[in-house]
């Protein structure tokens, strides 16, 4: 069973454009949700990180909005530029010793 | 500061064979996470160790297991391999929970079972 629901498989983003990807999760016991960002042949990296205390989070041109009642968060890179393309992973983990990763989202900037 | 990294970064195996990958942590990093992440899917959770003891695991059978050692590298161990265990392994290391700190990615060994 998959404990974070992630979509859309892919997507398509003119420069400047506004991405964004949507996360859904059953688990009321998490109580933290990065965003990771994978490239080709690399590791994932952590992008940006929420904790359910705050319904959102900015850092520069990522924000994460978190909906505690829905059981939904979300990923918005505002501007988006062709450098962000990428696979991107929303996560939750509730005790940090076990983290559930979301199918990712291809995501393409076109210039 | 180095970063995490992995060995070897391919490795091609028969079912049935025995593998073992290696992971060095960032300097400093104390906790180990291995991931299995198959072909256009998310990161798996296999299992976590903390300061040399087992610190979580993952839904993955018995066959995989790991080591994390004094100097807080790790091994991460699959027997009787099956061709469902093709994929990327990954192992982040952080200090302390990643909950709390940075758990920091490396590029992963691609294992091949045919």
């Known amino acids: 069973q998959q404990q974070v629901k992630q979509s859309p498989q892919s997507l398509i983003v003119q420069k400047g454009g506004i991405s964004i990807i949507n996360c859904a999760y059953e688990?009321?016991?998490?109580?933290?949700f990065p965003w990771y960002q994978q490239f080709p042949g690399k590791g994932p990296a952590l992008l940006i990180a929420i904790r359910p205390d705050v319904s959102e989070k900015k850092e520069g041109r990522f924000t994460i909005s978190f909906n505690k009642s829905a059981k939904q968060f979300s990923l918005h890179i505002m501007d988006s530029q062709p450098g962000d393309s990428a696979t991107y992973f929303c996560?939750?983990?509730?005790?940090?010793?076990?983290?559930?990763f979301g199918t990712g989202t291809s995501l393409t900037v076109i210039p | 500061e180095t970063g995490v990294t992995q060995s070897p970064t391919h490795l091609i195996k028969t079912r049935g064979q025995q593998v073992t990958l290696r992971c060095s942590s960032q300097?400093?990093?104390?906790?180990v996470s291995w991931y299995q992440q198959a072909l256009g899917q998310g990161p798996q959770f296999i299992f976590q160790?903390?300061?040399?003891?087992?610190?979580g695991r993952g839904n993955f059978p018995p066959r995989f297991s790991g080591l994390q050692f004094p100097n807080y590298s790790s091994e991460l161990n699959v027997n009787a391999l099956e061709l469902d265990d093709s994929a990327l392994y990954l192992c982040?290391?952080?200090?302390?929970?990643?909950?709390?700190?940075?758990?920091?990615f490396g590029p992963g060994t691609r294992l091949t079972v045919l």
């Open positions: 982040a290391s952080s200090l302390g929970s990643p909950l709390y700190n940075e758990q920091f």
């Open positions: 160790y903390y300061r040399e003891e087992e610190n």
């Open positions: 996560a939750a983990s509730a005790s940090g010793n076990q983290f559930y």
């Open positions: 688990n009321t016991a998490f109580d933290y």
């Open positions: 300097s400093g990093h104390n906790t």
